[in-house]
């Protein structure tokens, strides 16, 4: 079992920044790979970005130039700058490896325009 839990949602304005936190514990294995998606209301889930034990990094064309995602051992960052109203959704933490595939229970960002 791996547990999830994210924070630094919040209600911004457009063109202002936020940064997301996942700490994980319990099962962790050294080859993983941990991700963001997020989820609008009335839309399926989507990715955000995804960064691999070893560092690799892919984004969403939508936020490519925006959003940096970055991993310390058992935590995951989003570093979210220039945030559009479409931004606005629920962000889940995800984390993939043999362990199996866990979600955290998400935070809202909320961008005003």
């Known amino acids: 079992q791996v547990q999830l839990v994210e924070s630094g949602g919040d209600l911004v304005q457009a063109g202002g920044s936020l940064r997301l936190s996942c700490a994980a514990s319990g099962s962790i294995f050294s080859i993983n790979v941990m991700g963001w998606y997020r989820q609008a209301p009335g839309k399926q889930r989507e990715l955000v970005a995804v960064?691999?034990?070893?560092?690799s990094t892919n984004y969403a064309d939508s936020v490519k130039g925006r959003f940096t995602i970055s991993r310390d051992n058992a935590k995951l960052y989003l570093q979210m700058d220039s945030l559009r109203p479409e931004d606005t959704a629920v962000y889940y933490c995800n984390h993939n490896s043999r362990a199996g595939v866990y979600w955290g229970q998400g935070t809202q960002v909320t961008v005003s325009s």
């Open positions: 960064i691999t034990s070893g560092g």
